[in-house]
């Protein structure tokens, strides 16, 4: 099991700044990759970024250049920064995990663990 906890949305202006964070606890092991996904009204979710326990990293292209993100194996915490924020950023921000290892709850196949989200919202 692993519960993942996300924090630091809010409401911020256009060109500002956020820093996301999203604890992890629980069986941490049983996670591979780790990201950050978006969902606004009307739209489906989306990937936003992405790092490996490595430290490979992978972004939309929207937000290249602006976000970063960042993972503290030691704290067991994963960061986004969002710079120069933009109100197409508007999103419940929500974090996830790859399991390393598929489980079959209920009949159903997990194969990601995520968080409840953290609405963003840029306006101004």
Known sequence: QVQ????????VQPGGSLRLSCAASGSISSI?????????????RELVA???????TNY???VKG?????????KNTLYLQMNSLK?????VYYCNG???????VA????????????????SS
Do not use: C, H
């Open 50 to 56: 992405a790092a490996t326990e490595g430290g490979i």
């Open 66 to 74: 602006r976000f970063t993100i960042s993972r503290d194996n030691a």
């Open 107 to 122: 009949g159903k196949i997990i194969t990601d663990y995520w968080g409840q989200g953290t609405q963003v919202t840029v």
């Open 60 to 62: 939309a292209d929207s």
């Open 32 to 44: 591979n990759t780790m990201g950050w996904y978006r969902q606004a009204p009307g739209k489906q």
């Open 4 to 11: 993942l906890v996300e924090s630091g949305g809010g409401l």
């Open 87 to 91: 109100p197409r950023d508007t999103a």
């Open 98 to 104: 790859r399991l390393r290892n598929s489980r079959v």
